[in-house]
């Protein structure tokens, strides 16, 4: 575990923290489509996450789910963190987007680094700052963009992601994510397609590049 941490937060906590950390803390691998954490559950560990990308939902009581940000390699959930500080119940779900493995530390150890370690004070800060941009960008997104515009930025976020320019999820999958209808993502893909953003096969959709 110490050379994983080592290889993806080396140039952030000093060794002894990382030491600290391998000590402590459990290694798991996921795959795609694994939940995380789930609505309501008691967090007692906070993810680093070493490999793979994660996204994160929050609960709409009415129509099903939200989706708020993706996390990648180097990061954290500030949502889970304030959590397991709080000792308060999950508000958020967090599914698996791709395979990939998280550093699980227990919720005890977080709270004493945070006076012994600098590096670990300053991580944990700029986690939330930069959770809370993305939620703010999500709301902006929500209040502000014209459906194809989210459609467009979505795919873009899953294809850097991804690492790929094609992306493998359904109509009906990102009308989930989105928070919209499968029949008005088709019609938007449809558009973008005309327009030579995208290309749209049978089982993908690939990200054209802007001439």
């Known amino acids: 575990m110490k050379e994983l941490l080592k290889q993806t937060y080396g140039y952030i906590f000093e060794e002894k923290l990382i030491d600290e950390i391998v000590q402590v803390s459990l290694l798991r691998d996921f795959n795609e489509g694994d939940v995380l954490i789930d609505f309501g559950d008691y967090i007692k560990k906070m993810p680093l996450l070493i490999d793979g990308a994660i996204k994160i939902l929050r609960e709409d009581f009415d129509e099903g789910e939200l989706l708020l940000y993706f996390i990648e390699k180097g990061d954290t959930c500030a949502m889970s963190m304030a959590c397991c500080m709080g000792d308060t119940k999950s508000e958020i779900r967090a599914v698996a987007e791709t395979k990939g493995q998280v550093v699980m530390i227990p919720v005890s150890n977080m709270e004493e680094w945070l006076g012994k370690y600098k590096s670990w004070r300053n991580y944990v800060f700029n986690s939330y700052n930069n959770r809370l941009k993305e939620m703010l960008s999500a709301i902006d997104n929500l209040a502000f963009m014209n459906m194809d515009e989210r459609l467009l930025n979505y795919l873009l976020d899953k294809s850097k992601i991804n690492n790929s320019r094609e992306i493998h999820?359904?109509?009906?999958?990102?009308?989930?994510?989105?928070?919209?209808?499968?029949?008005?993502?088709?019609?938007?893909?449809?558009?973008?397609?005309?327009?030579?953003?995208?290309?749209?096969?049978?089982?993908?959709?690939?990200?054209?590049?802007?001439?």
Not at 181 to 207: D, P, Q
């Open 169 to 211: 999820n359904t109509h009906q999958e990102i009308a989930y994510d989105l928070h919209t209808s499968r029949v008005v993502v088709s019609r938007l893909l449809k558009a973008l397609e005309n327009e030579g953003r995208i290309k749209l096969h049978r089982a993908s959709i690939e990200l054209l590049a802007r001439k």
